[in-house]
């Protein structure tokens, strides 16, 4: 009865496979993790086939995240990325399918669902914050990835003269 998790962890499913789909064009995803059927090398699903999954799975997490008489227990604290503010999930939501109809726009005609996305501002990520951003600290510098400070800082200690640059 966490339907409110489920329609969080929807969304994010969703947006981790759109970020593959986007990265690697065709991904496995109809027959993902399904190694306990006996489906070792899943197939590969055409990527236009796999967005219209990805939209319906987001409306699913909405859905849940939507529906009081199944939430007793909703995200808090606990929430990394909203702190428990549900309606800025939903907006993150709708961001992400806007994204995705963007798209998809080039292999289907799709301007009534973007149309209706855009008729509400206020359903869509519209302020900085309610950015879809996992803090990391509470400094300005600190606020990124940690992984992003190795990687600056690696860089500094080994960076190459823009004048190497003009003359090669």
Do not use: C
Not at 122 to 132: D, K, P, Q, R, V
Request: glycine share 8%; charged share 20%.
């Amino acid at each position: 009865s966490r339907y409110a998790y489920a329609g969080v962890a929807k969304i994010l499913k969703a947006y981790v496979f759109s970020q593959m789909v986007d990265a690697w064009g065709d991904i496995p995803f109809s027959e993902f993790n399904k190694f306990k059927d006996g489906i070792k090398q899943p197939k590969f699903d055409d990527d236009a086939l796999v967005y219209p999954q990805l939209i319906a799975m987001i409306d699913a997490g909405i859905a849940d995240i939507n529906n009081p008489a199944l939430n007793p227990s909703r995200p808090g604290a606990d929430d990394a990325i909203y702190g428990g503010n549900t309606g800025r999930w939903i907006k993150a939501a709708n961001t992400l399918k806007l994204k995705l109809y963007t798209k998809l726009r080039r292999v289907q005609n799709v301007s009534a669902q973007v149309t209706s996305l855009l008729a509400n501002p206020a359903g869509l990520i519209n302020a900085t914050n309610e950015s879809f951003v996992i803090p990391f600290g509470s400094a300005l510098i600190s606020d990124r990835n940690p992984g992003f400070g190795d990687y600056f800082a690696a860089q500094r200690d080994q960076h190459v003269s823009p004048w190497l640059y003009e003359i090669m």
